[in-house]
């Protein structure tokens, strides 16, 4: 629409169903690169895709017309079945139900970028479920502990 203006930063996180670690590094960037031309597709722009075997951080410049949750559901529905048409996984991949989303202001993309970025590293001194609930806590989201991520086993 004209003269409709935006700036809308999101990072969205989503995990493997039962947090399997099965996005193994042989296959990462590629399933990196399908996801970033998923968010693509639906006009918004991808800013940078990144995670590891167990879950993923997609970091978007977002459009007032597209929902986060279509948004999620095609980049999620889409790039499962990718993995699945590809045999990617030994077994029938799914994402876990749910995700989460936050936003951020023009000031924070270089710092959200590189945290994005370093994801293997940072995952070395923390775990996903530590980093899940310090994003929660940080943007003040109420949450049920028993719908949050567990630990890997």
């Not at 996180?13 to 399997?20: E, L």
């Not at 459009?63 to 529905?77: F, G, Q, R």
């Not at 995952?123 to 943007?139: P, S």
Request: glycine share 4%; net charge positive; charged share 25%.
């Amino acid at each position: 629409m004209a003269n409709t203006y935006h700036q809308i930063y999101i990072q969205t996180v989503f995990a493997v169903k039962y947090r399997k670690a099965v996005i193994e590094k042989e296959w990462q960037s590629t399933l990196f690169a399908v996801i970033g031309n998923l968010i693509n597709e639906t006009s918004c722009k991808t800013i940078i895709v990144n995670g590891v075997e167990d879950h993923i951080h997609c970091f978007i410049g977002s459009k007032p017309a597209i929902s986060v949750s279509d948004l999620m559901k095609t980049i999620k529905a889409k790039s499962s079945k990718y993995i699945n048409d590809h045999s990617l996984t030994p077994e029938r991949f799914e994402w876990q139900d749910g995700y989460g989303v936050f936003s951020y202001s023009q000031s924070q993309i270089d710092k959200v970028y590189k945290y994005i970025q370093n994801q293997a590293e940072h995952h070395k001194k923390q775990t996903f479920r530590d980093e899940y609930l310090d994003f929660l806590k940080k943007f003040k989201v109420a949450y049920d502990e028993q719908y949050i991520f567990k630990d890997l086993i």
